[in-house]
C-alpha cells in the first residue's frame, strides 16, 4: 500500500523525516511517535502536498513526487486541526467534498447519507456543524475522507480532544472501515494503546527515524506471568491481598499489576505470577479454593507496546534510548526536551 525509501524531508531549522525507509501492508495501520516525530510531514508527503528532500515514496504504487493527483483520487484524508466550515451542514459539506473527488451528484448525495450513517451521523446531518461537539466534527471528517470510497484513509490523530467514550467509538468505527468495507487504514497517533487496540502493525518513528516495524502481535506477545484476578468474599474482604500472601507462602514469584511504592501490592485486584512450570497452575487453582475465593480469570499475560518499548529503552544505546524513555506512564509519547529545542516550534515537524 505504502512504501517509502530513504525518504527525507528538512527544514532550516529541523528534520522532519531522516532516511525513512517503510513498507506498509493492507490493514489498519498505526503510525505512532511524539508530537514532532514526523508524522504529519509524512503524510503530507504521501498525498503529494509537500515535496521531500530526498528519497522516494509510493502510494498504491503511484509516485508521490509525480502522481499526486491521482493519489489523492484514490485515498482520503482526515486532517488533525478542526477546518469545518461553521454555517454548513455536515450533508452540504460532505457532498461538496465527494463532488470534489469526482462523484455525479446523485451518487455523491447518496453516498454522503450513507456514509453518515455509518459514522452515526444522520439524524444531525442538516445541522449547521458550528454547533457540534468536537466528537461530532471528528465524525464528519471521517465522514468526508470515507465518502468517495478510497482504498486508503489517511487519519491524523482522530481521537484528539475526545473524551474516552468518544475515543472508544471513534477506535471503534476506525476498526469497521476495514472489516466492513475493506479500506486500508494508516493512522496516527501519540497513544500506544489506542494503537494495540485498533491495528494489525505498528510503525515507531521518532526525530524522522524509524524505530520499529512490527505486527501488534509481535509487540503484545505473550509473557512467561499469569494474570489472575479473584473476587472478595465475607470471609475474605480484600480476596487480592490474601492470594498475594498465599501465593508468596507457596514460594511463587507475585507481584500485582501495579506496585505501590514500597513494593507492597497496589490497589489494583490483578496479581501477576511468574510461571515456573505446569505446577504453578494447580498452586494457583488450590490457594484460590482453599481461600473460598471466586476466579474472576487465570489467563497468559500478553505485554503491552509501552512495556515493550520501556524494556528496550532500559538497555538501548544512548542514540535510542531518551525515545523509549519518553513514554508516560500512561502510554502517552512525552517528547524529549531537546526534541523541543531543535524544532524551534516549527509546525510542519509534527
Known amino acids: 500500500m505504502i512504501a517509502t525509501e530513504s525518504l527525507s524531508k528538512r527544514f532550516p531549522r529541523v528534520t522532519a523525516l531522516d532516511r525513512l525507509s517503510v513498507d506498509i501492508a493492507p490493514g489498519v495501520t498505526g503510525l505512532v511517535g511524539a508530537n514532532g516525530a514526523g508524522k504529519s510531514?509524512?503524510?503530507?508527503?504521501?498525498?503529494?502536498?509537500?515535496p521531500a528532500t530526498e528519497g522516494r515514496a509510493s502510494v498504491l504504487g503511484l509516485d508521490v513526487a509525480t502522481e499526486g493527483a491521482a493519489i489523492r483520487e484514490r485515498?482520503?484524508?482526515?486532517?488533525?486541526?478542526?477546518?469545518?466550515?461553521?454555517?454548513?451542514?455536515?450533508?452540504?459539506?460532505?457532498?461538496?467534498?465527494?463532488?470534489m473527488s469526482g462523484?455525479?451528484?446523485?451518487?455523491?448525495?447518496?453516498?454522503?447519507?450513507?456514509?453518515?450513517?455509518?459514522?452515526?451521523?444522520?439524524?444531525?446531518?442538516?445541522?449547521?456543524?458550528?454547533?457540534?461537539?468536537?466528537?461530532m466534527k471528528?465524525?464528519?471528517?471521517?465522514?468526508?475522507?470515507?465518502v468517495h470510497d478510497p482504498q486508503l484513509v489517511l487519519l491524523d490523530e482522530p481521537t484528539n480532544g475526545l473524551d474516552p467514550v468518544g475515543r472508544d467509538e471513534m477506535l471503534g468505527l476506525i476498526r469497521r472501515v476495514h472489516t466492513d468495507f475493506g479500506i486500508s487504514v494508516l493512522v496516527t497517533s501519540h497513544l500506544l494503546g489506542e494503537l494495540e487496540r485498533t491495528c494489525d502493525h505498528v510503525v515507531v518513528?521518532?526525530?524522522g527515524k524509524l524505530l520499529r516495524s512490527s505486527s501488534t502481535d509481535d509487540f503484545t506477545q505473550s509473557?512467561?506471568?499469569?494474570?489472575?484476578?479473584?473476587?472478595?468474599?465475607?470471609?475474605?474482604?480484600?480476596?487480592?491481598?490474601?492470594?498475594?500472601?498465599a501465593l508468596a507462602g507457596a514460594g511463587l514469584t507475585v507481584r500485582p499489576a501495579g506496585r505501590a511504592a514500597d513494593g507492597t501490592p497496589a490497589s489494583g485486584r490483578v496479581l501477576l505470577v511468574d510461571v515456573v512450570d505446569d505446577s504453578t497452575y494447580d498452586t494457583v487453582r488450590d490457594a484460590v479454593t482453599d481461600l473460598e475465593l471466586g476466579l474472576v480469570r487465570m489467563e497468559q499475560r500478553r505485554h503491552r507496546i509501552a512495556e515493550v518499548f520501556r524494556d528496550e529503552g532500559e538497555g538501548d544505546?544512548?542514540?535510542?534510548?531518551?525515545?523509549?524513555?519518553?513514554?508516560?506512564a500512561g502510554r502517552q509519547w512525552a517528547p524529549a526536551a531537546q526534541r523541543d529545542e531543535q524544532n524551534g516550534?516549527?509546525?510542519?515537524?509534527a
Open 138 to 146: 471528528q465524525r464528519v471528517k471521517l465522514a468526508q475522507a470515507l
Open 41 to 50: 510531514t509524512l503524510i503530507k508527503i504521501l498525498l503529494g502536498l509537500s
Open 345 to 349: 516550534g516549527a509546525p510542519d515537524a
Open 103 to 135: 462523484l455525479p451528484a446523485t451518487a455523491a448525495r447518496e453516498r454522503t447519507a450513507d456514509t453518515l450513517r455509518h459514522v452515526g451521523l444522520y439524524e444531525e446531518r442538516y445541522r449547521p456543524m458550528g454547533g457540534y461537539s468536537t466528537g
Open 223 to 245: 509473557t512467561g506471568s499469569l494474570a489472575v484476578e479473584v473476587t472478595d468474599s465475607d470471609a475474605r474482604p480484600d480476596g487480592t491481598a490474601a492470594l498475594y500472601a
Open 317 to 328: 544505546t544512548p542514540a535510542t534510548a531518551p525515545a523509549a524513555a519518553g513514554w508516560g
Open 205 to 207: 518513528i521518532d526525530g
Open 75 to 99: 485515498v482520503g484524508y482526515m486532517p488533525e486541526h478542526d477546518c469545518l466550515p461553521p454555517d454548513v451542514s455536515a450533508t452540504e459539506f460532505v457532498v461538496h467534498m465527494a463532488r
